[in-house]
């Protein structure tokens, strides 16, 4: 019995919910014996177990990527690219030419009405700028596309102020104001 008082198990029995009480008898040196491991309560009766680990079949398999069908080392993978690779192994990505991005947001605003020729000439002159300066790069520098395109949509654009004020001096060119009237012919 164990010096417990009111407990009723006997020693090294678990008592009421798992716990096994300590050994009185100590250790051959005099100090007292380490516990014993916790072992977890036996199920009660109808309570829920999990289910059993599947295991390979016995004696191997005669398919060729072993006893489950894969081979060996199929799901290895590196968590994280190295140092100047993308995920996939590849070289790295260019990074775009910030220049040319911007050229071609500013050319974009060329569609502004009445203020939009200054945003467009400055998206054509800095289109030029980027195309150059990512020659230059030898390979380093991306965004040649946006350059070219910033180089398009502001010389189109351009194009369009153009017309619209030549045709707006050509009307009033030959129109004549006199009086409360405009003549125009």
């Not at 407990?7 to 100090?31: C, K, L, V, Y």
Request: aromatic share 6%; net charge neutral; with cysteine.
């Amino acid at each position: 019995m164990s010096d417990v008082p009111g407990n009723t198990e006997r020693e090294g029995q678990p008592a009421a919910g798992g716990f096994i009480p300590p050994s009185s008898t100590g250790t051959p040196d005099g100090g007292q014996a380490a516990p014993p491991a916790w072992q977890p309560p036996p199920p009660a009766s109808g309570a829920w177990t999990p289910p059993p680990q599947p295991q390979p079949p016995a004696g191997g398999s005669d398919q060729p990527g072993g006893a489950w069908g894969f081979a060996p080392g199929a799901f290895t993978s590196q968590p994280y690219a190295a140092v100047g690779q993308n995920q996939y192994g590849g070289p790295p990505a260019k990074k775009n030419n910030v220049l040319a991005i911007a050229a071609m947001v500013l050319s974009i605003c060329g569609v502004i009405p009445f203020i939009g020729i200054l945003p467009a000439i400055a998206g054509v002159v800095m289109g030029f700028v980027a195309r150059h300066l990512i020659r230059r790069s030898n390979g380093a520098e991306g965004g040649e596309g946006f350059a070219i395109a910033a180089i398009v949509i502001g010389l189109v654009i351009l194009a369009g102020y153009a017309l619209v004020i030549g045709l707006l001096v050509g009307v009033a060119h030959h129109c004549t104001t006199s009086g409360n009237s405009t003549v125009c012919r």
